[in-house]
C-alpha cells in the first residue's frame, strides 16, 4: 500500500523488463501504442520514492477523472497530489497545453478504433483502478471515430438494475450509427461474469432495435482487458 492508500499494481521502471519499459514501447511501436498511463509515465519521468511512475500516473488520471479533469485542475490543486510537486504540475500542464493547442487547430480530428487496443489505450487510465464498477460507452462515427466517451452507470453490472434503454440515450442524441461499450472490474480480472455475459446480449439486441450496431463489450482490468466480441460471448 502507498502512502495515499492506492494499491500499487505497477512495478517500478527499473523492475520492469526493457523492452516493456515505456519510452521503449514508445521507440519500438510509437506513442499511439500506449495508453494515457503510460504515456503521462513519460512525461513525469519518476514517481515518489517508493511508488512507481506508472501508479503516479494511473492514480492521478483516476483522481481528476482522466485527461480532462487533469486539464481543468489547478496548479495548485496538482501540487498538492503526493510524489508531484511543482516541476511535475509544470510538466503535466504544459503537455496538456500542447494538446488542447493542436487539437484547436485540427477540430476535425478524432481517435480512429480499429481494435479494442485502441479502446484500452484510450480509457484504462481512467478505468483500471476505479474503486466501482462503472460502464462507460464509446459513440462513434461512422467512420469509427471516438465522438465522445460517456459514463452511463456506476454500481454492479446486473440485468436487474441497468436499464438497457437507458444506455442508448447519449448515441441516439448523437445520431451514432455504432458504440462499444466498456466497463471494468475493480477486482483487478477482467474474466466476465455469466450477468456480464447477459447484460451483453441485452445491449446487442437492443442496438439492433434502434440501429446502432454495438460493436464490442470491453472490460478492463488491471493491466488486462478481455473483449466479449473477440471470445464470442454475447454476440451471438
Known sequence: MSRSGVVEYYP?????????????RLKQYG?????????LAIILRT??????????????????????????????????EHGVGEA??????????????????????????????????????????????????????????????????????NTSLIRVGELFKEAVRENCPALIVVHNHPSGDPAPSPEDVKVTEQIVKAGKLLDIEVLDHIIIGQQRHISLKERGLGFG
Open 88 to 157: 511535475k504540475s509544470a510538466q503535466i500542464k504544459a503537455a496538456l497545453e500542447l494538446g488542447r493547442r493542436l487539437v484547436s487547430t485540427q477540430p476535425e480530428e478524432h481517435p480512429i478504433v480499429k481494435s479494442p487496443a485502441d479502446i484500452v489505450n484510450l480509457l484504462q487510465g481512467e478505468m483500471a483502478f476505479l474503486e466501482q464498477e462503472e460502464l462507460w460507452l464509446v459513440l462513434l462515427n461512422t467512420k469509427n471515430q471516438v465522438l465522445g466517451t460517456p459514463r452511463v452507470y456506476r454500481g454492479s453490472i
Open 47 to 80: 514517481g515518489a520514492t517508493s511508488e512507481s511512475v506508472l501508479n503516479l500516473s494511473a492514480r492521478l488520471l483516476t483522481k481528476f477523472r482522466g485527461l480532462a479533469g487533469l486539464a481543468k485542475a489547478g496548479f495548485g490543486q496538482l501540487c498538492q
Open 31 to 39: 506513442a499511439s501504442s500506449l495508453s494515457n498511463s503510460e504515456l
Open 12 to 24: 517500478l521502471i527499473r523492475e520492469l523488463p526493457a523492452t516493456e519499459r515505456p519510452r521503449e
